[in-house]
């Protein structure tokens, strides 16, 4: 299966590098620029494309114009580790990610973050001679040490926890967190517009050149606020206006903030003229919790089932990739740094982006176009982790992995206990409680089964021995010296 999948590697880099010639004839350095959009906590359903329940007129657009993928998955079911894959192409338990870099400075975990032994995304494409910037959110570490001006990116505005009130850009632990660069330096604005008018300025200043923007977007991750709403951390902080409003009017609007701001994004690209010399990505770092919509998958943000990890990712790139297609093929956000290495000509490292796949035959070839075999998924549980390997699912234990918070109301409710709340059903499952009986781990086969009804571990024991046996076989593999197993 390895073997196979190197060689399928290899020819897709064949391809690609005869798709970066296209149109570079004339010898100047056009090569294409990439903006990649990233939203936070947004599910499967949230949006249009997907038929999700928010009205995305900008998304739609963008998915009419490019290729909407219906299998990718966010390598992590939580922030920090997806962050983690996306940059460095390696499954965040190598990266020394596995989990939530947390704001409280009384957790471990507050302290780690991504080592500068790493190389990223934004290093190798500044090495190459991009200019580079992230607006909006890092999350892969608190210490100036972990700042993301020491990982590639000449520009960084933004914040380093997870989230912040999206007026006063306090963290949750109510410190202020709005940086430029190394230093501490407050703006007023909603995040969302903050992070839109950062973008359009660079996009502007480097449309002669060829660039890396990262847009991390906040929406549609809590505190809930809109625009016109009221601060919720901070001096200036008022009643809290999600008392007075249903939470998910709210996050309609942060996500039609955000659906314009992606709007305004690529319109911004199209008046400077580099439309066509510009690669879009938009996807999500993982899936909703209940406000949102994980539709038509089980389960949620932080867990193992499908509507944990399975998101929308859109790709977009005018004259190149087919407008309006649509992309079944297994793919993840650790495949963009291979993508990008490809399309820009440059050969990866024997240690570089070992887990990621370049995208270029999903691209360009028909739909069922096949990317890579197997991906490693990781909840917020290690002793959860997942492998999916074509229609198989397998996951080392019982439950979703994730968030287990039985109360409703709470930012962390999900697991078993939720089944009574959103309807679903499994086999393993009865009044919200794992049977006594079910199986120690979980396997599903989803061509038949996308729902994650019936757990088949027992039918398919041997399937299941093999999946275990390959993720066994990925975590075993070498890994940088630097790497940690424990971040949580
Ligand atoms: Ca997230």
Known sequence: MLKATAIFRAGATVMLTALALIGHADGADR????????????????TSPYGGWIATPELDRMAAEGLRF???????????????????????????????????????????GLQSSEVTLAESLKDAGYATALFGKWHLGYQPQYNPVHHGFDEFRGYVSGNVDYHSHRDNQNREDWWHGLEKSPEEGYVTHLITRH?????????????FLLDAHQAVHDPYQGPGETILRGPDSVADHAELR??????????IELDRS???????????????DTFVFF?????????????????????????GHRVPF????????????????????????????????????ADEGPDSFDLLPAFTGPGGTEVRGSLLIAPAQPKNLSLRR??????????????????VGDHTFGGPAAHRFTGHVNSDIENGEIRPDAPEAQLYHLGRDPRQLKNVIREHAGVAAELKQELEAILARPTAPHARSAGY
């Open 70 to 112: 219906t299998d990718f998955h966010s390598s992590g079911n939580v922030c920090s580790p997806t962050r983690a894959g996306l940059l460095t192409g390696r499954y965040q338990q190598r990266a020394g990610i596995p989990g939530v870099v947390f704001a409280d400075a009384k957790r471990a975990a507050h302290y780690t």
């Open 199 to 211: 973008a359009e300025e660079f996009i502007r200043r480097h449309r002669e050149r060829p660039f």
């Open 246 to 255: 249903d939470v998910k009017d709210i996050y309609r609007d942060m996500m």
């Open 283 to 307: 996807f999500s770092d993982n899936g909703a919790n209940r406000h949102g919509s994980n539709q038509p998958w089980r389960g949620f943000k932080g867990g193992d089932w499908e509507g």
């Open 390 to 407: 074509g229609d198989w699912m397998y996951i080392g234990a019982q439950g979703g992995g994730g968030f287990a918070e039985r109360k």
């Open 314 to 349: 859109i790709a977009r790139w005018p004259g190149r990739i087919e407008a309006g297609s649509v992309s079944d093929a297994l793919v993840s956000n650790i495949d963009l740094l291979a993508t990008v290495a490809a399309l820009t000509g440059r050969k990866l490292g």
């Open 31 to 46: 090569r294409p620029s990439f903006v990649v959009i990233l939203a936070d906590d947004l599910g499967y359903g949230d």
């Open 262 to 276: 992606i709007g305004r994004t690529l319109s911004v690209l199209r008046e400077t003229g580099i439309a066509e």
